[in-house]
């Protein structure tokens, strides 16, 4: 455990659930002291408030929330260096989290701003998400952490501004039809979305 890691734990600023998380990732593979520590470092940097493996009710591999991380744990057995991607991915979120607030996070859902920007907001983040998660996997694959054959790649560069905004209709419909209008209640919606069937 590096000094950082330390001083959170100390002052009770440590990501919540993090060892047992990282600990279930190396019951299932063959994972190095470094490279656990490069993960316990990528996750608490990012301000990440809790990160947990969950069953998931909706076709999703990890979900953000200003909450904290869930990662399906049907992502448990796969490759290695996919699982590490995805968990990445997410939080790269918590970063953005950290930079905009959950309001601008929120407000493709909840906010005035017009469909359009909305899904030019959301592609935005996505691939800014993928960008950082490739990133990270060639810095670890660079260290000889990880597979070297895995070739990362973006999801979200070959949405279209459509599909966006297919998914921001929606969430919103769903949202204005549940009375939601604040940043709480649009993460206790997914949080509810992804473990509960609603």
Known sequence: MNVISILKKLL?????GIHTFLNKIKSHH??????????????????????EFAKFNYPALGLALETGVMINSSMIGNNLSFLI??????????YQFKKYGDKIMYDCYI????????????K????????????????????????LKYKPSSPYKD?????MKTMVVQFRNQLKK??????????????NLVKNKM
């Open 12 to 16: 009770n600023e440590e990501t919540d």
């Open 30 to 51: 063959d994972i190095s002291d470094e490279l656990y520590s490069e993960l316990l470092t990528f996750i608490e940097e990012s301000n990440c408030k809790k990160i």
């Open 85 to 94: 991607f995805v968990i990445l991915h997410e939080i790269a979120h918590q």
């Open 111 to 122: 906010g005035d701003i017009s469909e359009d920007e909305a899904a030019e907001f959301m």
């Open 124 to 147: 935005h983040t996505e691939e800014v998400a993928d960008e950082f998660a490739i990133r990270k996997i060639r810095y670890l694959q660079g260290k000889g952490l990880i597979d």
């Open 159 to 163: 949405k279209s501004i459509d599909t």
């Open 178 to 191: 549940e009375n939601i209008k604040t940043t709480e209640g649009v993460s206790e919606y997914f949080y």
